[in-house]
């Protein structure tokens, strides 16, 4: 965890030392999103995706020049998805004893910190395009679940969700200055979560968290 923070220090520094250019720049983003769950047993299906909602504020630090940024920021992220347990058996869950076959509906609030390296084009007229590919960290803060026998109803099911995530983000979009430093934009980026989600004992799997976003923001 402190190669990471070091490095983006460093970068920050190095954004900092350029005076011909905005240092960074904040991005307010509202970003709607399909998520879903995969995972790597046979018992365990993908049922449905979740929808969901993205919102918060982004920063793109630059490097030298406007053509190169680090891109980070804080936004709070509802997501989610569906597993069908195939079992075999009864499994537990949240606490309570569920059969084979019950579809669990996941309900998840996460803060999201991505860390991206994003690379934009000069302008063509008022517009420009970008891309950018990092990583997304995802610290949960309230996880809620629905089971398709009744059992569970928009329960609290915290134990059954690890603290924290991370995942790979790739995306393009493109902006449109309004003049001064405002501009519109307007991308699509995919995350794809390699870490384990879950953490229920007597399942064993790992569950990925993956989503594809509609990314919209203004830029002041």
């Known amino acids: 965890m402190k190669r ?28 709607p999103q399909f998520s879903w769950l995969t995972s790597d047993s046979k018992s365990v299906k993908n049922d449905q995706a979740h929808l969901g909602f993205d919102y918060g504020v982004e920063a793109d630090i630059f490097l030298g020049n406007e053509s190169y940024a680090l891109t980070t920021g804080l936004t709070m992220n509802q997501t989610g998805g569906n597993l069908i347990y195939q079992t075999g058996q009864n499994f537990t869950f949240a606490g309570e004893s569920l059969p084979s ?22 302008d063509f007229g008022r517009m420009n395009i970008y891309a950018q ?28 969700i690890k603290m924290f995530n991370m995942g790979l983000n790739i995306g393009f979009g493109l902006e449109h200055d309004l003049g001064g430093n405002n501009a519109l934009t307007a991308g699509v ?9 879950t953490s229920n004992p007597s399942v ?7 989503s594809l976003r509609f990314r919209l923001g203004f830029i002041f």
């Open 133 to 160: 590919f990092g990583l997304t960290n995802w610290l949960n803060i309230k996880s809620s679940g629905t089971s398709s026998d009744g059992t569970l109803d928009n329960a609290s099911i915290n134990d059954e």
């Open 4 to 31: 990471p923070l070091v490095l983006t220090v460093l970068l920050t520094m190095m954004a900092f030392s350029s005076y011909a250019q905005r240092p960074f720049r904040l991005t307010f983003v509202a970003n």
């Open 101 to 122: 076959g019950t579809q669990i509906e996941y309900r998840l609030k996460y803060l999201e910190v991505p860390l991206a390296i994003k690379l934009r084009s000069k």
């Open 189 to 197: 980026i995919y995350n794809n979560g390699f870490t384990d989600v």
């Open 204 to 210: 064993n799997d790992n569950t990925n968290l993956k």
